[in-house]
């Protein structure tokens, strides 16, 4: 369910791969994953909600951010971690088919934990009452801007698809 009451815009889901399948948006994700700590479920949350017209306070955004907090550290990093790790050979062990079974496996699970932070993220929206002040910076600029995202990264997130 949306929260938008228009039955036109999608559920965070839906749109979070609509997102991310756009090009550039997945190297660049990835980028921010690995060089400023972003979480891009977080960001791709905020996105969503740039495109419903609601607006998070400073506080709303930090309540958010430490909502998402344990699960993203207990099951999503982790699991990145070791899906990651097995790229490569682990010292001993042959580098082979059942290992890339065992990363294909943790992929989905990590998948599956991402969908599930997202719908978290989406519970947490309808919860909150966010603002419809068009005078606000948008989600994306409030939780980048301060970790020195470049503008031309937050215009290529903020693109229209």
Known sequence: MSMNTSSSFPPLWDFALAFYAQPKIAETCVHLQDSYKVNVCLLIGLRWLDETGKYLSDAHLADLHAHI???TQQVV???RSLRRL???PVAGYPQDEIQE???AA???AELLA???LLLEIEAWA???KPTHDAGLKSNLDSYLEPLGVAQNV???LQLKF
């Open 114 to 116: 991402e969908k599930k």
């Open 86 to 88: 097995l790229k490569e």
């Open 126 to 128: 309808q919860k909150t």
């Open 69 to 71: 907090q344990a699960w």
């Open 101 to 103: 079974q065992i990363r």
């Open 77 to 79: 990093e982790p699991l």
């Open 106 to 108: 943790i992929k989905q």
């Open 154 to 156: 937050l215009e290529l």
